[in-house]
């Protein structure tokens, strides 16, 4: 199994930045894409940004030229650095990885698609 933790959250004013970050544990065998996605209240939850394990990104449209993903293999961390930020970029921010890992008998399973619990990030003057 596979475990994703955000952190990073918050509440900040308009035009302001935070950094959230998602940290993959457990018995990984390999991360593959990893994403952030967002839900705010009432509406469905949506893609913000994606990398790939080499490092190729994309952007909701909202969000380019503010938002920037990176990762690090090694750690097994992905990163959102959000600048010039919105009231509307209000939302609990998802982590998302897909990955193989091994199961209780050590076996290699997936590949599998990993949630974590989200973590608010609140933009308000």
């Known amino acids: 199994q596979v475990q994703l933790v955000e952190s990073g959250g918050g509440l900040v004013q308009p035009g302001g930045s935070l950094r959230l970050s998602c940290a993959a544990s457990?018995?990984?065998?390999?991360?593959?894409?990893m994403g952030w996605y967002r839900q705010a209240p009432g509406k469905e939850r949506e893609l913000v940004s994606v990398?790939?394990?080499?490092?190729?990104?994309d952007y909701a449209d909202s969000v380019k030229g503010r938002f920037t993903i990176s990762r690090d293999n090694a750690k097994n961390t992905m990163y959102l650095q959000m600048n010039s930020l919105k009231p509307e970029d209000t939302a609990v921010y998802y982590c998302?990885?897909?990955?193989?890992?091994?199961?209780?008998?050590?076996?290699?399973?997936?590949?599998?698609?990993?949630w974590g619990q989200g973590t608010q990030v609140t933009v308000s003057s």
């Open positions: 457990g018995s990984i065998l390999r991360i593959n894409a």
């Open positions: 990398i790939t394990r080499g490092g190729s990104a």
């Open positions: 998302n990885a897909e990955g193989l890992s091994r199961d209780s008998r050590g076996y290699p399973s997936g590949p599998n698609d990993y």
